[in-house]
């Protein structure tokens, strides 16, 4: 009965929170989430790192651990989405292959995670969520236009709070106080806001293909904690941090995925990312549960 009552605890503020932002934007399709997005970006999200990284005890072996392990998770990630594609016929399989390589593990991994594992949780989440920011503005882009752009990378926010807060964890360099308070507040106020703006987003979305969206969605949150399962037992990984791995591959793909997408990439395959992560955030909703019920009960 506890494993129930905390398995509650830790999925229901997530997604209530996304309900309310479903709420809002069925009632306003005119919503503007600018702001959201904009704040997000340049500095929510940076806060959110330093935070995550350097003020909740995550060691620098853990982090380059599964930092490294996620990246293996990550090319499997691929390999199977290639495998997907080729089989439903997909004409550029390159351009529709980032919502099955990089899942939401900010929006939704990094509260659950936290809410199911404590401050300890977040650090190794975070270390996960460090590596798909960044795949996302390098690896992402050139799927998404077929070349890769550095100035991108350089222009970006989280990637140099990933770089200062790699640096200060190796350094094992405490922050100031007021420098973690602030972090701390930026961090709750982010992942508030990006969880309603996936809300937001899931009413905007549109599904164009149910059948090969419903299939590459599997692909991405039944397929995905397998992988991660397989790792666990691979590595001989145990306790929270392998809950966290395991969590963090069972998430849908990520909205910034559409993002990406509707700068570098044409619009049918804009509207393919966007029925990939409408469906996979609905299935994910159903998915989620039973993989962090597994993560509570064998990795703690």
Known sequence: MDLYLKLFEVLFPVFFVIGIGYYLGKNNPKLDTTFITNFAANIG????????????????????DYFWYYLIAMI????????????????DIIRELPPFVMPNTGNMG?????????????????????LIILSHF??????????FNSNVIFKNPPF????????LLYFKVE?????????????YATIFLILMSLGISLTRF????FRKAFISSIARVVLGPIIGFVLIRFFSLEGFAAGVLL?????????????????????????????????????????????????????N
Do not use: H, W
């Open 138 to 147: 390098t690896l992402g882009i050139f799927l998404a236009d077929r070349k």
């Open 160 to 167: 140099y709070a990933i770089i200062i807060s790699v640096i």
């Open 175 to 187: 922050v100031p106080l007021f420098v973690e308070n602030t972090t701390f507040l930026l961090m």
């Open 206 to 209: 549109k599904v164009f293909s």
């Open 45 to 64: 999200t940076p806060g959110m790192i330093i935070y995550s990284l350097t003020s909740t005890d995550i060691s620098f072996n853990l982090f380059k």
């Open 76 to 91: 499997i990630f691929g390999l199977t989405g290639v495998i997907f594609l080729f089989f439903l016929k997909t004409k």
């Open 247 to 299: 969590i963090q591959c069972s998430m849908p793909s990520a909205v910034l995925n559409y993002l990406v997408a509707s700068i570098y990439s044409p619009k049918k395959i804009l509207d393919s990312v966007a029925s990939t992560i409408v469906v996979s955030t609905v299935l994910s909703f159903i998915t989620v549960p039973i993989v962090v019920f597994f993560a509570l009960k064998f990795f």
């Open 110 to 130: 990094l509260p659950i995670c936290l809410f199911a594992y404590g401050s300890q949780g977040l650090g190794v989440a975070a270390s996960i969520s460090a």
